[in-house]
């Protein structure tokens, strides 16, 4: 077949369902690579026309694989400490790490582009807030130019795309029924008005554990702003009866706590509050914060390990990885 200028490597990556890393082995140092994989890579070279290029035989003698980093907010707490199980990892490896940030607003798609145009040999998306349909994109196009890609703490239900996470249907669940149990009814979950995958999972799990024990369901949508939250707590309570709250973030919880003993109310003695994430904010919060302690360290540094591995085109024994959360009781539940 007679070479086609549009045949990149790849296109070849695409095809044979390998990474860059595997089609620059079989082509400069084929005795790497398994049999069966590079068969199949040479079949799709062949089918495809395909001839190396100066910067595809670069790729195997680079002396650094970039990994690019897709995150939403880089101050939050969570985000820092995974950015450091990452490193640890990427560091070991050595690796080169490029951070894209998608602000609210941010061109997606001009933002795609260019992720794909610096020739970023992996992706671990970190971005919570990106909705469905901007994850669909993320992965068809990533797809397309032969780049892996791993969701690090981030909820996708499709089975065949990689991920690593806690359970946070039941880790709500199990939150919701142990303050229940401490003897509270009216109990709240604080969300986001912007609805993201984990966030939905941690509302799902709460409603379940209400509905078990014959309670009513509240749902409060508010905003992970304090200045904003506080302003929507004293403005929705101001007549409503509660007992508990279940924050989707510790700093939301927080904020909450502060609002309750502003109002004049015990905390946990009148309202038992709590959190996710076991940030800073809920060891520096007074009463110290009941949360969900999530792994987040070694959720980064299990994506990096597992991206790696899809890289060069290595097995994987499991494509969705769930690692352990507890519930860390403090003073106020």
Do not use: W
Request: aromatic share 6%; glycine share 6%.
């Amino acid at each position: 077949m007679a070479k086609d200028d549009k045949v990149t490597i790849y296109s070849v990556a695409y095809k044979a369902g390998v990474s860059l890393a595997t089609v620059s082995r079989v082509m400069n140092h084929p005795e790497r690579v398994k049999k069966e994989t590079r068969d199949r890579v040479l079949k799709v070279i062949d089918e495809l026309g395909y001839r190396p290029d100066a910067i595809a035989r670069g790729l195997a003698s680079r002396r650094t694989t970039t990994v690019g980093i897709l995150v939403s907010d880089v101050t939050r707490a969570s985000v820092a400490e995974m950015f450091g199980g990452i490193s640890d990892i990427a560091i070991k490896y050595k690796y080169a790490i490029k951070l894209f940030t998608v602000p609210e607003g941010i061109d997606y798609d001009e933002l795609l582009k260019t992720i794909i145009s610096e020739r970023v040999d992996g992706i671990l998306q970190l971005n919570d807030e990106l909705d469905h349909g901007q994850i669909e994109k993320l992965l068809d196009i990533c797809g397309k130019n032969g780049i892996p890609v791993v969701l690090a703490n981030v909820l996708y239900d499709d089975p065949e795309v990689p991920s690593v996470s806690i359970d946070y249907e039941k880790a709500s669940y199990e939150l919701t029924k142990a303050m229940i149990e401490s003897g509270k009814k009216d109990i709240y979950i604080l969300s986001t008005v912007r609805q993201y995958n984990v966030n939905e999972k941690k509302e799902l799990g709460y409603k379940t554990a209400m509905e078990e024990a014959g309670l009513v369901p509240r749902v409060l949508r508010t905003s992970g702003n304090t200045e904003v939250n506080r302003r929507h707590f004293a403005e929705h309570f101001k007549n409503q009866k509660y007992d508990g709250a279940i924050g989707v973030r510790d700093s939301i919880a927080v904020s909450f706590m502060n609002f309750a003993r502003e109002s004049g109310k015990k905390v946990p003695e009148e309202v038992a509050v709590a959190g996710f994430q076991n940030t800073k904010y809920a060891t520096l919060a007074s009463p110290t914060l009941t949360s969900i302690d999530i792994p987040v360290y070694d959720i980064g540094a299990v994506s990096m390990r597992f991206l790696t591995k899809l890289m060069n085109g290595e097995e994987i024994s499991q494509v969705k990885v769930t690692l352990n959360h507890r519930i860390i009781k403090r003073q106020s539940m």
